[in-house]
C-alpha cells in the first residue's frame, strides 16, 4: 500500500478534486413555492457540467405514479401548451391545485463522471376562503345545549372562523356563556337562554384573499311549554293503559277467532233446529196415511218336523 504514503497524499487528493469537477450539478433557487390559484408558477433549475454540451433534462411530478412533465424536448399531458422552459426552468401557467406537488429536476450528462443529477421542488397553490358552510338551528329550549358549525373545506391553507350575533363580534371572555372554536368553526352554548336569541353569521379567513361569511340564520330561544308537556305525559299514559288492557282482553280470549266462530255455529243450529221442527208440525196437519196393498205371504221362520 506504498501509494497511501504522505508522498502520494497530494496526487490523491488532486484526483478526487477533478473527478468532483467532472460531474454534473444541479441546484434551484426554491425548494419550495408559493403560488395563489390560477397565478403562473416559475419552479427553477439551473445545471452545470463539464463535457456533455447537450444534457438531457426531464421533469418529472411525484404522486401516487410518477408522471411526465418535460420529456424528449416536450411537455407532456395536462401541462402541454401551459407551459414553457427557459434552460431547465419551467413556467407553469394559471396554476390549480391539481397542480400542487412535488416536482424533480432531472440532468444527465453521459460524457461528465457523474452523468445524473437532481433537484426536488415543492409546488403549493393557496386558494383564498370561500362562503362557508353555516348550520344555524332556527329555534332551541332554554337550557339546552346548542352547537352552531361553519365550514370551508377548500380554502388553502386551512380557513380559521369568527362568529358574529347581529353583526358584533363574539369574543371570549370571562362571563362568556359560549366557547369558540376558531380551528374547526363550532359556536357551542352550554345552556341557551333568551339573551342568546340573534341573528349569527360566520366569516372564514386564512390570509391569502378576501374573508367570506356565509348567510347566517336567526336564532330563537323559547321558554319550555309545561303544558303541553303534560298533555302529552298524560297521551302517553292512557296509551299504556289501552295497550295493557287490549293484551289483558287477547290472553282471555276475548279476541279468539276460533270461540267467535263456535258462538257463531251454535247460534245458527239452534235456529236451524227450531225451523225444522216447525216446518214438520206444519207438514203433519190433516195428514191421511195412504192405503196399504195386500202383499204376498213369506216365511219369515222355518220350521222343522
Request: proline share 5%.
Amino acid at each position: 500500500m506504498e501509494w497511501l504514503s504522505p508522498s502520494y497524499l497530494p496526487i490523491v487528493v488532486f484526483w478526487m478534486h477533478c473527478s468532483l469537477c467532472l460531474a454534473v450539478t444541479v441546484t434551484t433557487n426554491r425548494h419550495k413555492v408559493e403560488v395563489h390559484e390560477f397565478a403562473d408558477a416559475e419552479l427553477s433549475c439551473q445545471f452545470h457540467t463539464e463535457r456533455e454540451q447537450n444534457p438531457r433534462i426531464e421533469w418529472k411530478k411525484k404522486g401516487h405514479d410518477v408522471s411526465f412533465v418535460y420529456y424528449d424536448g416536450h411537455f407532456k399531458g395536462p401541462f402541454e401548451g401551459r407551459a414553457t422552459i427557459q434552460g431547465a426552468t419551467v413556467t407553469l401557467r394559471r396554476v390549480t391545485q391539481n397542480d400542487a406537488g412535488e416536482y424533480r429536476c432531472e440532468i444527465s450528462a453521459p460524457l461528465d463522471s457523474v452523468s445524473l443529477a437532481e433537484t426536488n421542488i415543492t409546488l403549493r397553490v393557496l386558494v383564498p376562503p370561500h362562503t362557508p358552510l353555516c348550520e344555524i338551528p332556527s329555534s332551541a329550549v332554554t337550557g339546552s345545549v346548542v352547537q352552531l358549525h361553519c365550514r370551508d373545506h377548500q380554502s388553502i391553507p386551512p380557513a380559521t372562523y369568527s362568529w358574529y350575533k347581529d353583526n358584533q363580534q363574539l369574543t371570549r371572555n370571562a362571563n362568556a356563556t359560549y366557547l369558540i372554536d376558531k380551528h374547526n368553526g363550532m359556536l357551542e352554548f352550554k345552556a341557551v337562554s333568551k339573551d342568546d336569541s340573534g341573528q349569527y353569521r360566520c366569516l372564514a379567513s386564512n390570509g391569502v384573499g378576501s374573508p367570506k361569511m356565509c348567510d347566517g340564520n336567526h336564532m330563537s330561544i323559547e321558554d319550555v311549554n309545561v303544558v303541553a308537556v303534560v298533555a302529552a305525559v298524560v297521551v302517553c299514559l292512557l296509551l299504556v293503559v289501552f295497550a295493557c288492557g287490549a293484551v289483558l282482553l287477547h290472553r282471555n280470549g276475548f279476541f279468539s277467532r276460533e270461540s267467535f266462530w263456535i258462538s257463531e255455529c251454535h247460534d245458527t243450529s239452534h235456529i236451524s233446529s227450531q225451523n225444522l221442527h216447525r216446518t214438520e208440525d206444519t207438514s203433519n196437519v190433516n195428514y191421511v196415511p195412504p192405503p196399504q196393498e195386500p202383499q204376498d205371504f213369506k216365511h219369515t221362520q222355518s220350521f222343522m218336523l
